[in-house]
Every structure is written in C-alpha cells, then in structure tokens.
C-alpha cells in the first residue's frame, strides 16, 4: 500500500479507498453468483464516512447494539439487522425503531421482548441464534462454542415447539477463516438443526468469513451456499455477515517514535499504543506487520517498540531495522482498519488516531476526523 506519511500529524488511521473497492468487487461476486446477501458487520468496521462507498455493494449491516442498529439505520440506509448475547428493555425500544431483522440468543429472550416486537408499527423479522457446539477457533477468548459460552442456543436447550414468530436461524462460529471450515461447520449445522432449518425462510451464516484474503477459496464459498439453497428450498434469502473482509487490507496506522531508549534490545516509545489504539496486539495476540521492518534480529537494529502508555505491558512487539530509529521516524502499521476504530480508547487520556481517507488514484489524504480533549472529557462525568 503505497501511503505517504511524511506530513501528516501521527498517530493517524488511513483507509485507502481503492483496497476497500477491491474487496467489495470480491464480495459482490459471490453475491451475484450465488443470490446472497452481504452485511457489513459493524463490529469490526464502522467508519460511516466510507458507508456511501460500502452501501453500493452491500445489501445492510449487523448490529450488535442499538446504537450500531441506529448508526446503520441512519448513515447506512439499507437492512440493520441486529444480535447480542442479551437486549435490555429500552434497547428493545431502540432496536425496533431502527432493526428490519433481530436475531434473538435464547428463546427465553424471544418470550421476554416478543409482544413488544410483534406490536411494532412495522414488520421485523425474527430469529434465533443457534450453537452448533462445533468451531476452529483456537483463541478461547473468540470461540463462540466453547464449554463456556454464551452465545447461541444448544440443540439441548432449543424449543422447536413453538416457533410461532420465529423465521430464521443465525450462527457465528468462525474467525478469519477460509470456506474449508465453513463446509465443516456446515456439517453440524445440518446434522443438529436440519429438521428445523425446513421451517425457516431465511438463514443468516454470521461472519468470520475471510472472503477478501488473497488465498480464500471464494469457489468453495459459493458451491457451500448454493447446495444450501437446493437442498432448502424453503429460503428466501442467506445472509453473511462478515466485518473483516470488508476492511482487510484497507487501512494503516502511521506513527512516529518519541523516544528511543538503549538496551539488548533497545526500547522505542511511540505515539501509537497497543492498549489504546490496537488493543487486539494485546487480546488476541498477534504481532501486527511494519513496513520496511524486520522480524528481531533479521536487520541490524533491533528494538521493543512500545506505547506512551503507563501500562508496562503496552508492547507491540520486538521488530529489526536497516537504520538505528531516532525521535521523528513514521512507521506505518499494516492491516489497521478492522477491529482498531471500533475497539480503541482513551486510557491515561492518551489521544485517539485521526482519521483520513486515502485516494489511491491521486495520492492524496483527506483527514475526516481528529480527537480532542472534548472527546476524552465528554465521555466521562
């Protein structure tokens, strides 16, 4: 990604407009090739600058909250569906203001808000979120289906007797993989809900679906969905709602160095912090690519490249240069669109990113948004 950073003040998030329409152009080909619908989840990926960009190709969004379902509904303007582990009552109220769809993740939740829902002034379609008890995830944290989770209802627990209401089924057991382990899951998906999977008129697959990665096998993806729609029929529609694949690849985080410190290896802080800024660095933890960088020890120098933070452990990670690093450098990290806006802070009062859009055909940088002290003040009492 060919972003000149040299100007503009860091810490700073760039999207690039054209990496985002690349990925979209991978998307609507499996929409058009198999009659699905795409959602933008907006859990990884809420930029709403970009939604007039987002929303020529995909059909909604996914709402994990009433004001991401507001957000949809009003800078988005298309589908909002919505899922969460639990909805209070004034989020219901929220919810139906703004949702076409609601995914609900027990049925005691379908019984608890379902009066409210069907007196609606408008149509919202219900479903349930169902637990397949199979997934790949090997990051516990991220494992829909683990021993301990939550999130969707068992087969156990599930209570097709009535299903008055209730018009489609929705699951979530993937993270950042390829269609392989969707025609897996698919297997225990079928074999556990089949009976009630010829009752639905729709059937929404979730996300965790890595479609725009370069070694996605899209074919498999759209031979999975399209022997869904022959052997049910009874669908209207198939939904898929993946956040990464919409902004993978599309954004970087450009930082500069405000101090080196020496030692084996040697320390330098930046503007950037892993707690604040990337805090999945931290949660997943993965080690987030440099350009022009080196894995330790690969290039001369060597360095922890580490937060402002007071958090000792704010690390990003241990990294190799072909230069000694000096105050005033710009690193630019890679891959920082998804699951970086959405989930960054303001921890020790450490300032948010900017961010800016880049126009890849004519280079240049348009900053949308910068943050103040207001935006830190604000958001306490």
Known sequence: ??????????????????????????????????????????????????????????????????????????????????????????????????????????????????????????????????????????????????????????????????????????FHVMCEQNSDVLQRVLVHVEEKFEKYLRRMEWVNFGGGHHISRPDYDVDLLCSEITRFWKKYPNLKMIYLEPGEAIALNTGILASSVLDVQPGEPARAILDASAACHMPDVLEMPYRPIIVDAGAPGEKPHTYILGGATCLAGDIIGEYSFDKPLKRGDRLMFLDMAHYTMVKNNTFNGIRLPSIAIHDSETGTIRMVKEFGYQDFKGRLS
């Open 1 to 170: 990604m060919n972003i000149n950073i040299s100007t503009i003040q860091t810490p700073a998030y760039i999207i690039d407009r054209g990496a985002l329409k690349r990925n979209l152009a991978i998307l609507d080909t499996v929409q058009k090739r198999t009659g699905c619908r795409i959602l933008l989840a907006l859990k990884g990926f809420a930029m709403w600058s970009l939604f007039p960009v987002i929303r020529e190709t995909l059909r909604g969004v996914a709402a994990s909250s009433a004001d991401e379902a507001r957000l949809g509904a009003e800078e988005f303007g298309k589908e909002v569906h919505a899922t969460a582990a639990a909805f209070a009552d004034w989020e219901m109220d929220e919810l139906i203001r703004y949702c076409d769809y609601i995914n609900f993740n027990s049925f005691s939740e379908w019984r608890r808000h379902r009066n409210k829902v069907q007196a609606a002034s408008k149509k919202i379609l219900c479903g349930i979120r169902i637990n397949p008890e199979y997934s790949e995830v090997a990051t516990e944290i991220y494992n829909p289906c683990s021993r301990t989770s939550r999130l969707g209802t068992r087969l156990a627990d599930f209570d097709g007797n009535d299903l008055t209401g209730i018009t489609g089924l929705h």
